[in-house]
């Protein structure tokens, strides 16, 4: 089940062709601060950087995923409520690993 829980996120990044993918019993029970880290696949590109600033902005704990841990960290900082976490999509055992107990998925990458 593909599901967007931002309305305005969904209509911000629908021009990407960006899915967020949560399952729909978690969409059914969400309230601000109580799920799982939203995971942003290709944090560091330009749109994965939007959508995580805009996650952050509404209260939501993100799990920013991209190749270079030093270029996550510089582009986003630190925040309580962001997990920095290296993975690629070529490499499926590190993607795995990402993605373990997230709620949802953005999916940002080009590769």
Do not use: W
Not at 90 to 108: H, W
Request: with cysteine; glycine share 10%; aromatic share 6%.
């Amino acid at each position: 089940m593909m599901y967007c829980m931002y309305a305005e996120c969904r209509r911000a990044l629908a021009q990407y062709k960006l899915f967020i993918f949560l399952p729909q019993a978690a969409a059914a029970e969400h309230t601000i601060g109580s799920m799982a880290p939203i995971a942003v696949i290709g944090a560091t590109g330009g749109v994965g950087q939007e959508a995580v600033k805009h996650l952050l902005a509404q209260d939501r704990e993100v799990r920013a995923v991209g190749r270079s841990k030093e270029r996550l960290e510089a582009t986003f900082g630190t925040s309580h409520k962001l997990q920095i976490v290296q993975a690629s999509v070529e490499d499926a055992d590190s993607l795995k690993a990402a993605l373990d107990g997230v709620s949802g998925v953005i999916n940002a990458s080009s590769g």
